[in-house]
């Protein structure tokens, strides 16, 4: 695979991946996961601990800014009830 100057590659859970440079280059990385990849998260931080390795991420750090995220907005069902209410 050559990655191209704006695509993407998308590694799902489970898969290997490297990568290798063959001189001078400039790389960045975006990780991101839809929320149905977090019980991969969970996974390997257990598979993680079995082999006595540290992981790169707090899966748990990441579960409570989500969940503290979401605690601060309304459910999805009263923002539209109090956009309707408004444009009434």
């Known amino acids: ?3 191209e100057e704006g695509s993407f590659v998308v590694t799902f859970p489970g898969a ?3 990568g290798f440079n063959t001189g001078f280059n400039v790389a960045e990385a975006v ?4 929320p149905d990849w977090l019980p991969h998260g969970s996974e390997a ?5 079995l082999q006595g ?5 707090s899966n748990d750090a990441l579960l409570l800014a989500l969940t503290s995220a979401a605690s601060q907005q309304p459910p999805a069902c009263s ?3 109090t956009s309707q209410v408004h444009k009434g």
């Open 1 to 3: 695979l050559v990655h």
């Open 45 to 49: 931080v257990r598979k993680y601990r």
């Open 16 to 18: 290997y991946h490297a």
């Open 31 to 34: 990780n991101f996961a839809p």
């Open 79 to 81: 923002r539209a009830s």
């Open 53 to 57: 390795k540290a992981p790169t991420l």
